[in-house]
């Protein structure tokens, strides 16, 4: 592994943008790690790790204080836009964003995607409650910010932090519901790791992220609907018939093993493909590619590759949203 600068630089400035999550909520028991709720805010967070002012110089702008279930595209948008005006002005060094962990990879991943400068932009949370014994939110939000001073962090795309890892927002996914080494990078390498008081990265992502993606958002006011369909036994065709009489302008289908199509996901494909709306194979299963096959071109259908359900919507709404038609999405799964 490598590693520079893992001394704290003061002359550099990290601006943290809170949009709320677990890292800002609370339970009525400190042994309570769940049923908990949003009670603070991100100056409350901050409270509890004054040692960041050892770190860098430290700016805060409070976006949004929402449970990340509740954040939505316009959430999304505002979210990217304040990043992107931020990281325009020479004073600042890098971003790191606190954010609940539920919807948190959708989040990095659309900024992996929409972010113009290659300076860090680290985005972090908690799995437990501020009011908890063991509380991982101020550790996280620290070792975030050490991140977003290390040299190896510009360049790379947007990065997520939590329990001492460090990946790339492309590949890394919540696998578990509750603890706290819940975030996994699963069909890639995670970038690095933070021991020893150091932060050390052995990886560079492959996919082209942030300045080299074709995404601008400066005349993007809204986002298309792109709606996730689940793959089932028994499964029919009237969550495909709801997301397109809904306004679907793409439908996510979240398929048994290599993105199979039954029966009736391949009506639905039809209906969709009638009505101009994209339809892309994904997989409910947690690791591994969904290669092309003979259905995509008897469907009109885009392979996800190894994008999972959730992402493969974040980078279908962008496509949709600059106007690209299934070929060009199929390029953009190949590239991002």
Do not use: W
């Not at 329990?163 to 990078?185: I, N, Y």
């Not at 689940?230 to 997301?243: I, L, R, S, V």
């Amino acid at each position: 592994m490598r590693s520079s600068a893992n001394t704290p630089n003061m002359a550099r400035r990290i601006v943290i943008l809170g949009v709320g999550g677990t890292i800002a909520a609370s339970a009525s028991s400190a042994t309570k790690t769940h049923d908990y709720e949003l009670t603070g805010t991100l100056d409350t967070v901050l409270a509890q790790v004054p040692q960041l002012g050892e770190l860098a110089r430290i700016g805060t702008e409070q976006v949004a204080n929402v449970a990340s279930h509740e954040v939505d595209n316009a959430v999304l948008l505002h979210l990217a836009k304040r990043v992107n005006e931020h990281l325009a002005d020479p004073a600042v060094d890098g971003i790191v964003i606190t954010h609940g962990t539920d919807t948190l990879e959708e989040t990095a991943y659309f900024l992996h995607l929409v972010v113009k400068s290659d300076k860090p932009v680290v985005v972090t949370g908690a799995m437990r409650p501020s009011s908890a014994l063991s509380a991982d939110g101020p550790l996280n939000l620290y070792n975030a910010v050490r991140v977003a001073i290390h040299d190896g962090a510009r360049g790379v795309g947007v990065l997520v932090v939590l329990d001492e890892r460090v990946a790339s927002a492309r590949d890394v996914t919540k696998t578990h519901t509750s603890a706290t080494d819940a975030f996994r990078a699963l069909d890639s390498p995670e970038l690095g790791a933070l021991g020893g008081g150091k932060v050390l990265f052995a990886a560079s992502p492959l996919r082209k992220h942030t300045r080299d993606t074709c995404f601008d958002l400066q005349a993007i006011q809204t986002l298309p609907q792109v709606d996730i369909v689940y793959g089932y036994q028994n499964g029919g065709t009237f969550f495909f018939k709801a997301a397109i009489e809904a306004g679907s302008r793409g439908i996510i289908f979240a398929a048994t093993g290599n993105g199979s199509l039954s029966e009736a996901a391949k009506a639905g494909a039809l209906m969709a493909r009638e009505r101009g709306i994209v339809f892309v194979r994904a997989s409910r299963v947690a690791a591994g590619a969904v290669c092309e096959c003979a259905d995509d071109a008897r469907y009109d259908t885009v392979a996800a590759g190894t994008l999972n359900p959730q992402k493969a919507r974040v980078l279908t709404m962008l496509g949709l949203a600059h106007g690209m038609d299934t070929s060009a999405l199929r390029h953009a799964f190949e590239s991002y």
